[in-house]
C-alpha cells in the first residue's frame, strides 16, 4: 500500500525513487538535486583551468569540447532510450536549440576575457542568475523565495570579490566591446539553462537532452567558424589532450549531473548554485595552475558558496516540508479508498 508513496521527482539516469514516505527520506531525496547541482558546478570549475592549459582560440574550444564529447553522450542516450523510451522530437529540437544558446555563450566569455579581463568578464558571465530569475518568474511564475532574494546580493558581492576586480587594476583592451560580450555571455547561459531545463522536464532522460544540447553546440560552433573563422581543424598536442579533458570532465561528467537537477530544482536556486563554479575554479587555479588567490578573493569565495548553499538548502527544505504532509496524507486516503 505504501509503494504508491514517491519522492517529489522523478527518477533518472542518476538519481532514484525508492517509493518511500519517511519524512526525513522525503527531506534527503528532496536535496539529491542539490547535491547533483552542487557536484555538477564542482565539475565544471575545471573549464577554464583546461582552457588556458589549451590556448586554442574560442570558436575551436567550444567546437571540440562538444564535438569530442559527443561519442560518449550518444552512447548513453542511446542506452537511456531502451529504458525509458524514444524522447518527442520536440524535445529533441528544443534541447539542440540549447546547444546553440551554449556555443554563443563559449564564444563570447572568451571574446569577454580578451577585451574586459578575466575578472569583470566572469562577472558579467555570472549575471545570468539575474536573467534566469526574472525570466522564469515572468513566464512561467516561479517566483523566488525570500532566501534566494536574501543571498543573492551576497552572492553577487562574492563573485565580484573572487573575480579579482578589486584591488587590482583592469587589464582588458577594449572595455565597451568586453562588457557587452559579457552581458552577451550571461544572457546566452541563462537561455542554455532554461531552454535544457524545459526540454528535459516532461521525461526520465538525462543523457539525450545533453547530447542532443552538445550536438547542437557543436554544430553552431563549427558554422561560426567557417562564417566567422578562427577555427583550427587540426590542433596539435597538448592542445587536443586539454580540450578532451574538458570534454570528458566538463561538457560530459559536469552537465549530466547539472540536467539531472534542473527539472528538479526551482529555475533561481539551480541557478545560483552554479555560482560556486567561480569558487571552485578559483581553487583549481591555485592547485594546478600556481596563482594564488588573495585575501579579498578567498573572503569572496566563503560569501559565494555560502550564500548559495544557505539559500539553495533553505529552499528545499521548505518544499520537502510542505510536500511531506501530502504525502503522508496518501496512504491514509488510499487505506479508506479500500475500505
Known sequence: MLKG???PYKSTVLTSNDGTANPGAVAMHARRPLLMAGLGAATISASAVFVALSGASPVSTAFYRTALALPILVALAVIEQRRYGARPLTE????????????VDLILWAHAIADVGAGVATVLGNLQVLFVAGLAWLLWKERPSRAVAVALPVVMVGVVLVSGMVG???????????????????IAYAGYLLILRRSSA???????????????SAIAA???????????LHPLWPAIGW????????????????????????AAVSSLMLLLQPAASLALAAVILGQQ????????????????????MSSTKRASD????????EPTAAAETAA
Do not use: M
Not at 529533441?92 to 556555443?103: C, M, Q, T
Not at 577594449?174 to 555571455?185: E, M, N, S, V, W
Not at 588567490?293 to 569565495?301: E, H
Open 5 to 7: 508513496v514517491t519522492a
Open 92 to 103: 529533441r529540437l528544443r534541447a539542440a536549440l540549447a546547444g546553440v544558446f551554449l556555443a
Open 168 to 186: 587590482s587594476r583592469p587589464t582588458g583592451q577594449h572595455p565597451l566591446a568586453g562588457i557587452l560580450y559579457g552581458l552577451g555571455t550571461s
Open 202 to 216: 516532461a521525461s526520465a532522460h538525462v543523457a539525450g537532452p545533453v547530447a542532443d544540447a552538445t550536438a547542437g
Open 222 to 232: 563549427l558554422a561560426f567558424g567557417l562564417v566567422f573563422g578562427g577555427l583550427e
Open 243 to 266: 580540450l578532451a579533458a574538458l570534454a570528458l570532465l566538463s561538457q560530459t561528467a559536469g552537465w549530466l549531473l547539472i540536467t539531472s537537477s534542473l527539472p528538479r530544482l526551482p
Open 293 to 312: 588567490p588573495t585575501l579579498l578573493q578567498i573572503v569572496g569565495a566563503v560569501l559565494t558558496c555560502g550564500g548559495a548553499l544557505a539559500a539553495s
Open 322 to 329: 510542505e510536500s511531506a504532509p501530502a504525502k503522508e496524507a
